[in-house]
């Protein structure tokens, strides 16, 4: 018997077991596909000569978290490689803000757009020196971030704290016309910003395109060399050599739960395997209360909260192989390992106004990925490994295009929506077609086939938006992982502080689990008032 069952060999669940496996404990991981990894992993499936990332790609985050350095992955062989330039924002008239990896080549940039751009740029990074790397862990750490919180506040009284605190609530549009006189500045943060839900007009976008944007000033958007699967070897590896068991193809079915604590899982072959301690699931927070759990062993009030839970868009990703880089009609494009594609900022409010009304946008706002140019082992010399992401709604109403798109995301409306995103790009690639020798079309139904966690499509398990953070997270309660069934933990990115693959959540859990039994049964009798 284990000490612990972990659900979900994903990024959190994976962090979660090497935290448990430190600790001592023995860890048993059940992983409902057939390889680990969950949004984590790459294959050759595309064409045999390239590597390709499945779902996340660029690992700022990862790069910045205090939790996966503890880990120490470097000596399991993981490697990272960065583009010469970060990311790239191209207009159709052949201007291009670009994020490099120095401040001052970003600044030069910006100061092409609008000559005092380039000093707002540098004062936003000094204050982020200032106060990011207290920031991150803050963020990083258990609600509340006591210790974390206590240093930070210390760094904001310093900086203007209450000023920052006014500039992160901004909507991303507002923050950037505040901060910059050209539009350089103003769709890097913008651009950022919609790696999540949040639309230029959302309160708190312009805390999130900051934090994206000065992370990648800071960190960069580093790549495993390899692939992303070798993220995930490496967490396999350092989990296996602590003596922890691994076991792909075994769908956990329900948890077993015995006078309000949870003991064990049930499997959907029909094996039950207690855990001595606890159950940790790296899964979204409706499939676990709703499906794993069971409404009879949960509270009326988390029922209700359910019903409110709110999904982050859908995604719709493209993968390519390409006999050569793209022809970015911006020159600058080329460097970078991300490139944003959309018509300024008011292409990205139009783009989010039309998900908001679900409808499928006509000119998708596209994130594209240059792979080789950011790892030069992803394809042949000259060629290029690339993607392309874009959001649609969850629930689809009409389309904004011509196509007819409904939704049901059959083989056509596949189709149609991969050649639309094409369509895309060739805008600021002209010739981009030519060089496409094979693709990839991974749908919403797709990516949640391939991963349960990815509801629809959704990558960030849950809305980014400010009501569903921190305590409001998944529902509203203690912000924290521990949930109403004794032994029972929350390890998923539906857990504070959300998505992205930083390992936060699977190690907050993992401490959670650690704790002593008193502060525990304080907490669960709280969470059943």
Request: hydrophobic share 45%.
């Amino acid at each position: 018997m284990p000490d612990a069952v972990v659900i979900g060999a994903g990024p959190n669940g994976l962090v979660a077991a090497n935290v448990l496996a430190d600790a001592g404990w023995s860890v048993e991981v059940l992983e409902a596909q057939p390889e680990p990894g969950g949004a984590v992993r790459s294959d050759r499936g595309v064409h045999p000569d390239y590597v390709t990332d499945l779902f996340s790609a660029f690992y700022p985050l990862a790069a910045a978290s205090p939790v996966l350095a503890r880990l120490d992955l470097a000596a399991e062989g993981l490697r990272w490689s960065h583009a010469p330039s970060v990311l790239a924002h191209p207009l159709l008239d052949g201007r291009c803000a670009v994020l490099e990896r120095r401040v001052q080549r970003t600044a030069a940039g910006l100061e092409e757009f609008a000559p005092v751009d380039g000093d707002a740029w540098r004062d936003m990074y000094d204050l982020w020196s200032r106060v990011g790397p207290d920031l991150v862990q803050a963020l990083f750490t258990p609600f509340p971030p006591v210790r974390a919180g206590l240093r930070l506040a210390a760094r904001l009284r310093a900086a203007g704290g209450l000023r920052l605190a006014r500039d992160l609530a901004l909507p991303v549009r507002r923050l950037g016309e505040e901060q910059f006189t050209g539009d350089g500045g103003r769709l890097l943060l913008a651009g950022n910003a919609l790696h999540a839900d949040l639309s230029p007009e959302a309160a708190g976008s312009g805390g999130f395109g900051w934090l994206m944007s000065m992370l990648g000033q800071s960190h960069g958007f580093p790549v495993p060399v390899g692939g992303a699967g070798a993220l995930t070897g490496a967490l396999v590896s350092r989990f296996r050599r602590r003596g922890g068991v691994l076991r792909c193809g075994e769908r956990v079915a329900s948890v077993v739960v015995r006078g309000g604590t949870a003991v064990g899982v049930r499997t959907a072959g029909g094996e039950t395997i207690a855990a001595r301690r606890a159950v940790l699931a790296d899964t979204s927070a409706p499939a676990l209360y709703r499906d794993l759990v069971g409404e009879e062993h949960l509270p009326s009030r988390l029922l209700r909260d359910l019903e409110r839970f709110h999904w982050d868009f859908a995604t719709f990703k493209v993968d390519w192989a390409l006999s050569g880089p793209a022809p970015w009609t911006a020159p600058r494009a080329a460097a970078a390992g991300t490139v944003h594609l959309a018509d300024g900022v008011d292409g990205l409010t139009r783009f989010a106004s039309q998900i908001a009304m679900e409808q499928v946008p006509d000119e998708p706002f596209a994130l594209f990925g240059q792979m080789t140019t950011a790892d030069p082992s992803r394809s042949p010399a000259g060629t290029e490994s690339a993607w392309a992401y874009t959001h649609v709604p969850q629930h689809v109403t009409s389309d904004a295009g011509p196509d007819g798109i409904t939704g049901r995301w059959d083989a056509r409306e596949q189709e149609a929506m991969a050649d639309r995103i094409e369509a895309q790009v060739e805008r600021f690639a002209p010739g981009f077609r030519t060089r496409i020798l094979a693709r990839r079309i991974l749908a919403p139904t797709t990516l949640q086939a391939m991963d349960e966690n990815l509801h629809n499509g959704a990558i960030n398990n849950g809305t980014t938006a400010l009501h569903q953070q921190a305590v409001f997270r998944p529902t509203p309660g203690t912000g924290r992982p521990e949930t109403p069934v004794k032994g029972l933990y929350l390890a998923s990115a539906a857990a504070h502080p959300g998505g992205g693959v930083h390992g936060a959540p699977g190690a907050n859990a993992a401490r959670a689990a650690l704790r002593g039994h008193g502060l525990r049964t304080l907490l669960h009798r709280a969470q059943r008032v």
